[in-house]
């Protein structure tokens, strides 16, 4: 049926459905521009001198405007007789009159007016045969196309009933079968289960899909028994087949409750019990100037008008549109980047906000506003998102992790998922310089270059085979490599994923750096993916990537918990925000022009205009659009924007009591002059179309209401203090009081107050620990609060040096030998000194360290109970080094609420099926007999191990245990 469309009879382009579509659009714009031209000519006409300049002028174009638009009416030809539209001249005006702001406002009105006519008659410029003729000429590919898209369905749907799958959309369609006969009445189904329910309600209907639609009034007895929620300027979901004018149409078509007995009624919930009265007047004011049915699907009337429903304490300036400037490169300079630019001068806005102690409010008290209080929400997270991310952390403003924007772009995952290519193909170059490269292999750019020389040809997997014929780390690397690869052929995804976390220590690594548990809930969060793929009956790690790297493509994120404390600011998408309110809004990257990919497309497709392609003239060389693919280019182009002008409504609406929105542009001010001449109260939906980004509108919108209700600024100083570019109204910040009293109790409170964070000043910001051991101590309590422990460096091995060693030196020794001796090795004291020699040969141990290094030591481990428990372990961890932060109150009480860094190396950490063991070796001359007691010293050194190890590897620590070298005893604590 649609093919048929293209080869229909027609004699007009008009009788198309696409012509139609292109005149009745049109149409619509001709009498806006009529209305806006009338309501200047009578503005005009109350000014003699500028009456006799430009009235006549003004009238007669909206005259021709209104004829045409009643042309466009009867058909394409007969509205192709009455273009171009004249426009007559308009007559000189020195001084601009009696109004001058008037003058330059008719003047700026008539040339927008002009450019939407003049694009217009460019529109309708070819006659009715050609475009018709050239419909007829696509309409075999566009028969084929759609026969193909019909095969391709068929042969989808068998491969899934041949595995036994179905997914979301199939079970959506076939219930929609089973529950609606073709014409759309209720099936017998559908009565019997409707019969069920006394009452079905839905919230959210303005995102509800015309199939969805179709199931829920069918459960409800042809909707007899329905109760919808919805906010038709919420509908942010299109691209999920979303439609909005679905529940726009029961908006426009029910009467007001109360009415009469059965039939359907509305009820308008205005009340807004989120955001405070100076949030809801910038909300309104913005889209009572921008919203409308042309452009946004409804009308911003008294009935969609916010009314604040909630009483809040005090009173803040009104929310904040700030231009900020993108400063001029230097000469030989790259010129600085405006998202960074905006970015930076928005942190600075907040530390200001945090600094300058400005409050919110918290049931109903008020309190300081803290990062934990913000929330930065953009259009595009994955592209904005990293760049407002390491600008924020850049300057000094916490930024929280464990977000869903930016998942594939975190570095553990974007290593992982390199890792994964790498095993399923490595002769991918970018992937396997970006293994090597990180930390899990650690190859610094040195040696990456040394790799690239060893073969001046072919890949770099190849150059790596190369060089790891010399170089003992790249062959230990091609060998972990292919057992990777081996295990990768044999393992499911899931255990594959799993082992190399295993394996590679990287839950561990995570931990060690900064955001451990955002990083570790990432690859949780990839483990996870990996199950669930393999659960839908796919398997296979090139289509498990191939899967990943469609889903990036789309722009969707694995969603997953936040993992920060609360005291960071939130950096999202507008649609991750929806449902969600902040103290304080942040809406970024408003300049960001809209994507019209959309309308770029070989063939564009739209659900009720069907296929619009390009026509090919093979014999010229050349393509260009077919009537119908501007007819659905600009339905589509009308849609995506009041999508982004719902976007922009539900971004506003997500601020409980501050809310600023950035923009950056290389001349602020030549933006808003260019702007300001059009800006007025009631956009029109045309001139809105024409603006390229949400920032123009927010600048019309600002211009338009005088500022009134959210101020425009130009970003100042370096220092973030924006300039108004006109006086806004004055709202206090504090209570007025009485002249010349000051309340006792608050001068009391003043005088008499104390630094809430005294101990915080004396703590350490790191601390080590040994260091532990010596806060244990009875007779140290008097000492300063942390001694600075001297660190012990290896001495260095010069020729002809003393090779006597001392015991700190010879301590170290003895953990180096512990770290890499081959325990199962030993079986007697030949066996250890055996061993001893080995790691002096090997460069592990210098001569003079070996030697200090106590064989028997050695031979009673590997025989004690403890080594036999070492070597029937799952895995054994040898010189693990960790740094995490830990709550200061673990060591100092009364300190609650700050944290330093712990930093320590576990001598050895056994793996065993209920829990972790620790083991600290220590080389005191002691006798079995001394050893509990000696133990006990350490007790708070093996704690905080025992603590650190739990917190990286998420398991429990089932012992704790010193083992004493010399006299071979082992001590559980």
Partial sequence: EQAELFSAPAEDAGQTPWGLELLSSAQAELRAWARELEGLAQEISAHEKMSRAYLESFSATASAMLGAAVRAGEGWERFREVLPIEFPRIGPLR???????????AKAQREACKKAVRRLERDFAQPSAELLRDMRATAPAMRALLRLVLDFDEEYTRRKRRRSLLDFSDLEHLAARLLTEPDGSPTETAREVSRRYTEVMVDEYQDVSLVQDMIIRAVSAGGRRLFMVGDVKQSIYRFRLADPTIFLGKYEKYADVPRREGEPGRVFLRESF?????????????????????????????RARLRSGLEYPGVVPVPELVAVPVPQAEEDE?????????????????????????????????????????????????????????????????????????????????????LLAVIDNPRQDVALISVLRSALFGFTPDELTQIRLASGEGDFYAALC?????????????????????????????????????????????????????????????????????????????????????????????????EGGGAAVRIMSIHRSKGLEFPVVFIGDTARQFNSADQRGSVLVHPTLGLGPKYTDAARGIEYPTLARRAVARRLEREQLSEELRLLYVAMTRARERLFITCAFPDPQKKIARLEPGARERMPADELASMRSMAEWLISAALGTGCRALTLSIGGDEEGEPKPLRPAPVREQMEPQPEGKVPSEELDEALNWRYPHALASALPSKLTATELKSLAEPDKE????????????????????????????????????????????????????????????????????????????????????????????????????????????????????????????????????????????????????????????????????????????????????????????????
């Fill in 274 to 302: 989120r955001s405070r009265p100076e949030v809801v007047d910038a909300v309104n004011a913005v889209f009572g100037c921008l919203m409308s049915k042309g452009l946004g699907e409804m009308d911003y009337d008294e």
């Fill in 466 to 562: 190369a060089r790891a014929e010399s170089d003992e780390k790249a062959r230990a690397f091609l060998d972990t490599l292919a057992g990777f690869r081996d295990l990768a052929r044999d393992s499911e995804l899931a255990g594959l994923l799993w082992t190399l976390y295993d394996r590679l220590d990287c839950m561990a690594l995570c931990a060690s750096l900064r955001d451990g548990e955002g990083r570790r809930a990432r690859l949780m969060r990839l483990f996870e993916l990996a199950r669930s793929f393999e659960a839908s009956g796919w398997r296979g790690l090139r289509r498990f990537l191939e899967w990943l790297r469609s889903m990036r493509e789309r722009g969707e994120e694995p969603a997953f918990p936040d």
């Fill in 782 to 973: 008097a000492a300063p609060l942390l001694p600075r422990a001297a660190r012990a460096f290896r001495r260095p091995q010069l020729e002809g040096a003393d090779a006597h060693l001392n015991a700190a030196e010879r301590g170290t020794a003895a953990h180096l030998a512990l770290r890499y001796v081959r325990l199962d090795a030993i079986g007697s004291l030949d066996d250890a000194r055996r061993e001893l020699d080995r790691l002096a040969a090997e460069g592990k141990l210098s001569a003079a360290e070996a030697a200090a290094v106590e064989p028997e030591g050695l031979l009673k481990l590997a025989a004690s109970p403890l080594g036999r428990r070492m070597a029937a372990a799952e895995r054994v961890l040898r010189e693990f080094p960790f740094a995490l932060l830990c709550p200061a109150e673990r060591f100092f009480p009364g300190a609650g609420g700050e944290e330093l860094l712990l930093q320590g190396v576990v001598d050895c950490c056994l793996f065993e099926p209920d829990g972790l063991v620790i083991v600290d070796y220590k080389t005191d001359r002691i006798s079995a007999a001394e050893a509990p007691e000696r133990a006990g010293r350490y007790a708070s050194q093996l704690e905080s191990y025992a603590w650190a190890m739990s917190q990286i590897t998420g398991r429990s620590v089932k012992a704790k245990l010193v083992y004493f070298l010399r006299p071979g005893e082992a001590v559980e604590l």
């Fill in 334 to 418: 790259e010129r600085p980047d405006k998202l960074e630019t905006e970015a930076a001068y928005a942190a600075r806005m907040m530390r200001r906000l945090v600094e300058s102690g400005a409050r919110v409010s918290d049931g109903g008290q008020l309190r300081p506003v803290g990062y934990g209080d913000m929330a930065v929400l953009l259009r595009s997270v994955n592209v904005s998102g990293p760049v407002w991310r390491r600008v924020l952390s850049r300057e000094g403003v916490p930024v929280e992790a464990g977000q869903s924007g930016g998942f594939f772009e975190a570095a553990e995952v974007s290593v992982m998922l390199s």
């Fill in 95 to 105: 001084g601009g009159g009696e109004d001058p702001e008037l003058a330059e406002r």
